[in-house]
T-cell receptor, first 109, second 117 residues
Framework: GQNIDQPTEMTATEGAIVQINCTYQ??????LFWYQQHAGEAPTFLSY????GLEEKGRFSSFLSRSKGYSYLLLKELQMKDSASYLC??????????FGKGTTLSVSS | EPEVTQTPSHQVTQMGQEVILRCVPI?????FYWYRQILGQKVEFLVS????????KSEIFDDQFSVERPDGSNFTLKIRSTKLEDSAMYFC???????????????FGAGSRLTVL
């Protein structure tokens, strides 16, 4: 089965950089996903890593180490609108994603 | 941009009643999913559907639940005899991947909030 662990909450200030960590255990690895979920809204796709290393996409980057079962999401130049939950997810046996509990990020001015 | 649409956005029902939640997945997507999120908790997988049959399901998806693709566009989740603990946001999602290769990105609908009284 899958086991995903993320910090519950984080706080940061506008303009700062924040790193949200995720550790996972899966029976077979087929990539790791990050989703963003604003309160009361649906999760939206942010990034996907299947190979080790850093994937950069604008202000957001995601890193993967398969040997360590570890990923992080890096958010730069934080804005108030980045206040949201960030969900780490891995595929189950087929195509369905299993989500972690999410990290709630609060950005203050 | 293509989107997954869900109806109703909010439904209130009495305990023991049957509820049907409806979803229209993105038109060229082949995999369909239902997830639920109880208030303040994590997004939980219920079931995935491909080629007119269930491909995966979780322990939550018991005999109380069923899914159906009644026509070429709709995908429904039926909850028989609702219980108080079924109160949650139910998200439909779809993806276009045919198998395990590549980034199988799930696109979620806005959700249907179910309140069981």
């Amino acid at each position: 089965g899958q086991n995903i662990d993320q910090p519950t909450e984080m706080t940061a200030t506008e303009g700062a950089i924040v790193q949200i960590n995720c550790t996972y255990q899966t029976s077979g690895f087929n990539g790791l996903f990050w989703y963003q979920q604003h309160a009361g809204e649906a999760p939206t796709f942010l990034s996907y890593n299947v190979l080790d290393g850093l994937e950069e996409k604008g202000r957001f980057s995601s890193f993967l180490s398969r040997s360590k079962g570890y990923s992080y999401l890096l958010l730069k130049e934080l804005q108030m609108k980045d206040s949201a939950s960030y969900l780490c997810a891995v595929p189950q046996a087929g195509t369905a994603l299993i989500f972690g509990k999410g990290t709630t990020l609060s950005v203050s001015s | 941009e293509p989107e997954v649409t869900q109806t109703p956005s909010h439904q209130v029902t009495q305990m023991g009643q049957e509820v049907i939640l409806r979803c229209v997945p993105i038109s060229n997507h082949l995999y369909f999913y239902w997830y639920r999120q109880i208030l303040g908790q994590k997004v939980e997988f219920l079931v995935s559907f491909y080629n007119n049959e269930i491909s995966e399901k979780s322990e939550i998806f018991d005999d109380q639940f069923s899914v159906e693709r009644p026509d070429g566009s709709n995908f429904t989740l039926k909850i028989r005899s609702t219980k108080l603990e079924d109160s949650a946001m139910y998200f439909c999602a779809s993806s276009e991947a045919r198998g395990r290769a590549g980034a199988n990105v799930l696109t979620f609908g806005a959700g249907s909030r179910l309140t069981v009284l």
